[in-house]
């Protein structure tokens, strides 16, 4: 008995181990592949098919170390945001997977019960499936969202959405291919329906039930990332009920907006300290409210870094196409860059900040003419105010961002 015992539990190694050497010796091969293909192209000076360097072909061993090193900072290793973000997205999909198993067992029994419903929904079960996803996606999560439901939750229904039809189906026919001879027997024994059930459906039906989860469970992870990028994962979701933009987090937690533009305008009133004017006899809109434009206008725009990853002829671009805007808008832009010649260019001054606790520490006016163009960058005062700018910035705090406000409001 020891000796079989013995001979069983090397037929069990033998083959893991050997799995398991061929699985180091792929990863192996695939390291050395990588690795060399990076050699020979250096080292021969090959641009075909793309260039390699360090960018395009990092070696591997980066790659591992830079899952250690923070993204920000004093921030965590990169690592913990990743799988953060992939326990995210995995418990929407195994929510959704669940609920959708669930529910297509269920539909799948009730089914098999009853030829009527059969004919009569499995041709509405089927057509379901006909619609795109993406198509689907915002009207379930927004209305949803207006119902009160958490934005993780409604991606889950759409994880459930896709899962539900391979399990219905495949469930009805495992549930109907028992033999039939089984069944008289049942009948021969008085058996109930509820046993029928699960003494002989049930049983038939595990293979295609399996069969279906397996489908399933790819088709889960598709409603999370058909949303990924949805403002109902984390960020912003709308709530058309309430008709106001609600953030929300993991924690549920939900900040109220006030709804409809009045009580937007009233809100912004309270910290802005507006008032208007007395209004003009013939009861139109006044001009200005005291320290900005009439609060029932959207009379501040901030814009935060909007060109940044932009290369150079498409910011220049940019930037006239903002100056356009703003003279015809006559609204007070708050424009917050890193770009020196970009503060200069758009601005009528230029608001050098201080580090941390931030604080203005000088305040530099551009005098440059309107209406500015391209060639407003070969002036010689366009080049006396950058190097203004950079010389405050080095005194206040050694070369960091500058804030520009970008032309106030105007009387045209």
Known sequence: MTAVAVETRQARIVPALGRLATFVLVVAVLWGAWEGYKWLWETMGWTWPFVVDDTTMPHIHDILNAFREPITAGGPALIHPLLDAAWFTAK??????????????????????????????????????????????????????????????????????????????????????????????????????????????????????????????TAAVIGPRSTSRDGARRGRRLDPGADEVVPHGRDGAREHRPRGRAARVRLADRPLGLREVDAPADHRRPRHAELGHDPREPALLLMDEPFGALDEMTRERLNLELLGIWEKAESTIVFVTHSIPEA??????????????????????????????????????FFELVTAVREALAAGHGGRAARDTAPAAEER
């Open 92 to 217: 929407e999909a195994l929510a959704g997977f669940a609920l959708g198993a669930i529910f297509g067992f269920a539909l799948a029994v009730v089914l098999v019960h009853s030829r009527l419903l059969e004919r009569g929904l499995l041709p509405y079960v089927v057509a379901s499936q006909t619609v795109p996803i993406l198509a689907i996606a915002p009207m379930v999560v927004i209305g949803l969202g207006s119902k009160g439901v958490e934005g993780w939750k409604a991606v889950s229904v759409l994880a459930a959405y896709l899962t539900f039809f391979p399990v219905a189906i495949n469930s009805l026919r495992g549930l109907k291919s028992a033999d039939p001879r089984a069944f008289e027997l049942m009948d021969s024994y008085a058996a109930s329906s509820w046993s029928v059930l699960w003494r002989l459906r049930v049983p038939a039906s595990l293979p295609y039930l399996f069969t279906a989860l397996k489908i399933s469970a």
């Open 344 to 381: 200069v260019f758009l601005s009528t001054r230029v608001v050098v900040m201080s580090p941390r606790p931030g604080r203005i520490s000088e305040t530099i006016e551009v005098d440059l003419p309107y209406p500015r163009n391209a060639m407003t960058h070969e002036e010689p005062r």
